[in-house]
Structures are given as C-alpha cells and as structure tokens.
C-alpha cells in the first residue's frame, strides 16, 4: 500500500498520472520511443506543451482573455528575479507574509526601490495582514497566495489600480478566485501541479508592453511568450506530467470540484487539532491555508509516541519546516480525503491512549 503523503514539495501525484508517466519514459505514444529522448519540437511533444498551457488557462478562467500561459525553469525562485528584472523600473510594493516574499522582496531590491506595505514577520508569520494600502504611484504589487512553511492563505486580494503579481506556488488549482484580477501569475509546479523542473507563469499580454529595460533573452517574458514557450529546451518530462495533472483535474469537473475536496480535507484536520487537547494550531484561524496546516503537541513527552503512531500508519512528510517546528500536513489537489482521515485517526488514538 502507497503512503498516505503529506510531503510539503515535491508533493503528491495522482495515481494515475505517476502510471502513465512511468509508461511514456520508456514509450511514448506507442512510437517506441521514450518521452525524455524524443525532440522538444517534435510534433507529439508540441502538442504536449501546448495543451498544458491551454489546460492551465482553462482551470483559470483566463482562456482567450489576453493572457498566455508559459512553462519555463528556474523554480519560484527565478520568478521573483524575472518580475523586477522585467517590471521594476522605480518603485514596487510588496507583501511580506513569509519566507518565500522576504526571498523576493530581497531580489527586487536590486532593480529599485521597495515598499514593504505590511509585514508579519512580527509574529512570526502566523497570520496575513489586513490593513494596508497598495500606493497608486508604483510599478506593481507582489503578494504570496499561500505560506508552505508557516500554513497561511490569502483569502482576499487589495482592490488595486497597479498590476497585481501572485506567487501561487503552494496553491494554484486548489480553489476559485477571479483570476482576471491578476496580471501575473506564476508557480513551481512541485507543490500542486508536478514534479519539480518545470514552473508555471500566466501573463497578461498587455503587461509586456511595462517592460522598463532591456532583459536578457532568458530572462525576458516578451521572448518566453513570442517564442510560445520553447525559446530553450523546456523541461519535457515535467512539463509532460504536469499536463496530465491538469488533464486528470479537468476529469474531476476542475477548479471548482476539486475546492469542495479541499475544504473537507481541511476541515477534517483543523476540526480535530481544535478538538483534540494534545494538539494546537500555529497561525490565526482565520488565515488558516487549506493546502498546510501548521500543528504543534502541547506535551513534548509524547511527541515521540506519537511520531511513532503515525509512521507506523503508514504516513510520511508532516513533520514541520525546521524554521517553524511542530507539524505540517500538506494537503494538495491528489491527497485522498482518506488520508487525511487516517492522519486524523492517528491523532484521536494517542488522546485515547495518552
């Protein structure tokens, strides 16, 4: 029996998806070819890419909209370089809600001046900021959806007449939101979509026309979009599962099925960590993400009982970021509301037993 995967990123695959891969390594379309040796501008993989970035700009709403969708390399990581390479010409404002935007707030600076509208680094990261404003005289606004590591989540986005850019890495595809209001977005694909190489970035087209400076080639977004995505070798094996992926969540019935899972999911773990007085939640409640819920044991007596429990179930990746502690189950789009059950059961056994 597979383990019930909890693992924070790389994350957890549908089963059917890992089974179809692992067929196409080693023949692809019957053609008895691997997937990983075959052109990138061969016709099959073509076709490949393109009904991923078409897939991705269906599950948004943004399908023929103005918006083109890119699989490019580098992680999140290298977005938070390329968006102020590409759109930061004097002065940007950013939301400080974790260790992923303290990373990006600290490539920006190279490009020029920043404004931190808000930050909770006071608390640690336990909860997002509310109370701000987004200056009108800026270049953008960069905020991050969902906190990995601290299991926070924006529910709502400032109403603003700037371009707003979101780091979606941890929770793209989980739930429904007017993505229209975005004009950029981007995510590594290891958190919610796929395996680790290859990240999505959905673009407003009129955004390319800000471009303040002149960009390296493979930095730049206006030649990642004119070359429909394939300026360099893509990542094809990455970019090829993650396809499936979105494949495999348009059969569910999408976005707006897969958000139902999700906060059941949630529900579940959260509804038992406020029940079960062996266990308290990290963050504010009210921000609480529904893709990493952040835990600690109130007895550390029995924190290794319970490590014990839950391996011995057969589930793996909750032990929390080494900057937090405690616990983190990450519970994206293809972990089964079963396993969240047998996490849960785990939790319910130890008050019974402690």
Known sequence: MKKHNFSAGPCILPEEVLKQASEAIVNFNNDDLSLIEISHRSAPFVEVIEKGRRLALEHLNLLN???????????????????????????????NTGTWSTKAIKEARLF??????????????????????????VDFFHCTSNNTIYGTQMKTFPETNVPLICDMSSDIFSRQLDFSKFDLIYAGAQKNMG?????????????????CREVPSMLSYKVHVERDSMFNTPSVFAVYVSMLTLDWL?????????????????KLLYDEIDRNPLFKGIVSKEDRSTM???????????????????????????????????????????????????????????????
């Open 65 to 95: 909209k103005g918006y083109k969708a890119l699989f490019l390399q580098g992680g999140a990581s290298t977005q938070f370089l390329m968006t102020a390479y590409n759109f930061l010409s004097k002065k940007a404002a950013y939301l």
């Open 112 to 137: 020029g001046d920043l404004i931190e509208v808000a930050s909770s680094k006071d608390k640690n990261f336990t909860y997002i900021p509310k109370e701000y404003t987004v200056p009108n005289d």
């Open 195 to 211: 395996p680790a190489g290859t990240t999505l970035v959905v673009i407003k087209e009129d955004l390319l026309e800000r471009i």
């Open 250 to 266: 348009k059969g569910l019935g999408g976005v707006s099925f897969i958000e139902d899972v999700n906060k059941k999911k949630a």
């Open 292 to 354: 990493n819920a952040t835990f600690t044991i109130v007895n550390e007596d029995l924190q290794s009982r319970f490590d014990s429990m839950w391996k011995e179930a057969n589930i793996s990746g909750i032990n929390g970021h080494r900057s937090v502690g405690g616990y983190r189950a990450s519970m994206y789009n293809a972990l089964p509301l079963y396993s969240v059950q047998a996490l849960v059961d785990v939790m319910k056994e130890l008050e019974r037993k402690a």
